[in-house]
Structure formats: structure tokens, C-alpha cells
């Protein structure tokens, strides 16, 4: 009995060795932190977005393939339809950056990104009466069938502020 115990336990550490020795590369070539600083960088916002102060997350998949080329490019779920166009031109600039598991020809990634403004020291009325109509026109992109996902990586998300015209 103390064998099996003991075997168990051997087993057990060795599987917690080599699952440690395990991390993936992370997909975008430069790490995390680059790839925060190339959205961040390379997504425009839109004069329309700040004149109407619109805010909120656009989720899309994306296809990169072993040259790290972009394609086929999915909208899973936007706040805003007016949300989705410089994400889209920021994910188009990446191409070329991202890095695919070894022996896959093509690998399908999620990338979350959040898009709001800086709000201002002071407590701004047009601000909070623009917030307040940006939430009643709110119409939501989502898909109402089913994606499938393959083998997708989940990114991690990118968050983008930008400054509101009072």
C-alpha cells in the first residue's frame, strides 16, 4: 500500500515538473507589454467617436497564419458598430507579428479591446448627458449563431483611453 501511495506521489510531482516546463511563447512578436503599446499606438480613434463620446468593448477573431500574416477577421461582439472600424485597421497593420505554435499552418486568436475616454477632473453635466444618450442608442454587434473556435488563444485585452472634448 505504501508503495502505490508512494509511486502516486512520484507521478504526481513528476507531471507537476514537466507541466511547469511547459509555458508557451507569448503570440505576438515582443512579448505582452508590445503588443499593448503596438494597439495602442496604431488604433486611430475617430473623430466620431470622440464627438459622440463613445465607449465600450469590441471582441473580434482573428486568423493568423505562419508567416504572421492576418486574415479572416470576425466581429464576436461590439458595444458600438462605430467601435469596430479602427480596431480592424489596427489589426491589419499587425501583420507580420504574430508567431503560431510550431506545426500549425494557421491559428485563430480572440482579442478583447476596450475603448473609452478620460474623464476629466471635474464633474462635467454634458459629459453624464452624453453618456446617458450613448447608452440609450446602444446597439450591440453579437453573433446569434455559433462560431466555431478551433484551437484559439485567447489575448489578453487592450485597452485604449483617449481625451474628451468639453
Known amino acids: 500500500m505504501k508503495k502505490i501511495a508512494l509511486s502516486i506521489t512520484a507521478l504526481l510531482i513528476t ?20 503588443m499593448t503599446r503596438f494597439f495602442k499606438d496604431s488604433l486611430v480613434v475617430s473623430p466620431d467617436i470622440t464627438n459622440r463620446r463613445i465607449t465600450g468593448v469590441v471582441i473580434f477573431k482573428f486568423t493568423a497564419d505562419d508567416k504572421g500574416d492576418v486574415s479572416k477577421t470576425i466581429v464576436f461582439y461590439a458595444d458600438d458598430a462605430n467601435l469596430t472600424v479602427p480596431v ?3 489589426i491589419k497593420k499587425s501583420n ?3 508567431t503560431i505554435p510550431a506545426g500549425e499552418k494557421s491559428h485563430d486568436f480572440l482579442l478583447p479591446v476596450y475603448i ?9 453635466p454634458s459629459l453624464q448627458k452624453s453618456a446617458l444618450s450613448n447608452y440609450r442608442r446602444k446597439r450591440p454587434i453579437f453573433t446569434n449563431n455559433q462560431v466555431p473556435l478551433d484551437m484559439a488563444t485567447l489575448l489578453p485585452a487592450v485597452t485604449i483611453s483617449y481625451d474628451v472634448l468639453l
Open 15 to 34: 507531471i507537476s515538473c514537466f507541466a511547469q516546463k511547459q509555458q508557451l511563447a507569448f503570440p505576438f512578436k515582443g512579448g505582452k507589454d508590445k
Open 88 to 90: 480592424i485597421a489596427a
Open 96 to 98: 507580420g507579428n504574430w
Open 116 to 124: 473609452r475616454y478620460n474623464l476629466p477632473e471635474n464633474d462635467e
